[in-house]
């Protein structure tokens, strides 16, 4: 954390500092208790980026904010006519092991996150429908929001069935398969699902499905 | 994206950092289809830090990833004898808007997650139990577990009760208020609840009080 809230060379003036020059940059929210004074981008490359804040913090002191960009996400509860859910496994790096979750992937830049969710259905699973129709934003969830700007985009798609998937060089380890949406939910319900985004998209599909039980 | 896999200068060699030099130092899990040749540290501080790996993807080809490690998350839904459920409403800075949210933060370097969720119920809203056997590990959840490390623990703590709470300076904005635990439930399946772990918070705590309703 920084002593004084001075600017020095590493840091621009946020002032200085447009949405064009720089995506990272970020004006305070006029309800914001936290000043910011500078911006500072510290790590960069295709799919993250990291930004930090030079701050006065609410209590008046002085700080940094360290903010992570990873880009939103799409994640997908896809489910075809006999309410079989698809799953993919993948090899997940950061938390080195294998994990199976709902097909999910980054929204790129421009992109809508409609056309993002039937790309990452397409690549990962090789699952299409034939109507927009089949397609519904279920909700959307920030993942870290007291780190990261992610927030990630829950869909069901109904009526899906199966083409050749078309994954990226990054995916060569990842298995598709499916299962009944009441067992997955099941699963769910046993604390047996350890990713934040496939439960709630388990959940939200089978509410879709089933309708509200309180 | 690197375009070869030789080290340089700015790249130690994995074999060479061991976790103790640097706990972020990942060796690949012996199932892993990623092949880690060097590590690099981009950003740290005192609440986040970023590593570099340079690898050989699953296809075969030379690549980066970058993974983030901003620490575990305790997230705690606390109830009262009347199932009223605490939550906060806090100023997320990298969002740049005010969030209500069940109490969550950060479990400290050598600190118990039980510990740190009933430190952070203290700070935040200040409720405390009478016994640690009034308190239950609903879950747990990696958040964004292709691009972070994180991983949160979802607390229920039952017969909470109100203190003072002692929040830190960052916290100053935070406000705490009650709502009925049934209330919650039917926000989050009107998909209301914008936060992951919150929302995974009000739906455990509810099954737990409820049991399963298949």
Do not use: C, K
């Amino acid at each position: 954390m920084s002593d004084d809230h001075t600017t020095n060379d590493d840091l621009r003036e946020v002032a200085a500092v447009d949405h064009q020059a720089d995506p990272d940059a970020q004006p305070d929210a006029p309800d914001s208790p936290w000043r910011t004074l500078a911006a500072r981008e510290v790590y960069r490359n295709p799919w993250l980026h990291v930004t930090e804040y030079q701050v006065v913090r609410p209590d008046g002191r002085p700080g940094i904010y360290g903010v992570v960009d990873p880009g939103a996400n799409v994640t997908i509860a896809a489910l075809d006519d006999d309410e079989r859910l698809w799953l993919v496994r993948d090899f997940l790096y950061p938390i080195q092991r294998y994990s199976w979750s709902l097909p999910s992937g980054r929204v790129e830049t421009g992109e809508d996150s409609l056309r993002a969710a039937q790309r990452e259905l397409a690549e990962e699973v090789g699952a299409i429908t034939d109507h927009d129709e089949d397609w519904s934003l279920m909700g959307t969830y920030y993942l870290s929001p007291g780190v990261a700007t992610q927030r990630s985009y829950l869909y069901l798609a109904r009526h899906a069935r199966l083409g050749a998937p078309q994954r990226e060089g990054t995916e060569q380890a990842m298995l598709a398969r499916q299962r009944p949406l009441r067992e997955a939910y099941d699963a769910l319900l046993r604390g047996e699902i350890d990713n934040a985004v496939t439960a709630l998209g388990v959940l939200h599909a089978w509410q879709a499905l089933r309708g509200p039980q309180t």
